[in-house]
């Protein structure tokens, strides 16, 4: 199994894919992903998938799967990184990631998220001031 680091920023959480995936190793980061959003009550979840130089139909599907479970969990999604060569593929293939967010690195992802997610309301905050966090 491949351990796929998953870091907290903030009010979101940032998975970093450094190497090929099994399946198997998708289904646990889509897990782990799920869970860490639920914890951290995340905003937000970034997929780095920049070292990836191949996606096959069932990463596209498990990356689409992430980002749906996420919005369902009131987070936002944006997979960051595909390389030219990878967009060419999942084109010929027929493989699309309808429905989700795709930036050029993580800096995007980041800006994206900021504009998307916004400034949420503290529920323990007196008089429900803007946690801008």
Do not use: C, W
């Amino acid at each position: 199994m491949v351990e796929v680091p998953i870091l907290k920023q903030g009010h979101y959480v940032i998975a970093s894919i450094q190497s090929a995936l099994t399946d198997a190793d998708l289904l646990q980061l889509r897990e782990a992903l799920m869970e860490r959003v639920g914890r951290f009550r995340a905003r937000g979840v970034i997929v780095d998938v920049t070292a990836l130089d191949v996606m096959d139909s069932f990463a596209v599907r498990t990356l689409r799967d992430i980002a749906h479970m996420a919005r369902l969990r009131g987070a936002e999604t944006v997979i960051v990184g595909i390389q030219p060569e990878v967009a060419f593929a999942m084109v010929q293939l027929g493989l699309t990631l309808k429905g989700v967010a795709t930036v050029l690195d993580l800096e995007e992802g980041l800006a994206f998220l900021d504009e998307r997610a916004g400034p949420r309301v503290e529920k323990n905050h007196p008089r429900g001031t803007v946690d801008r966090g």
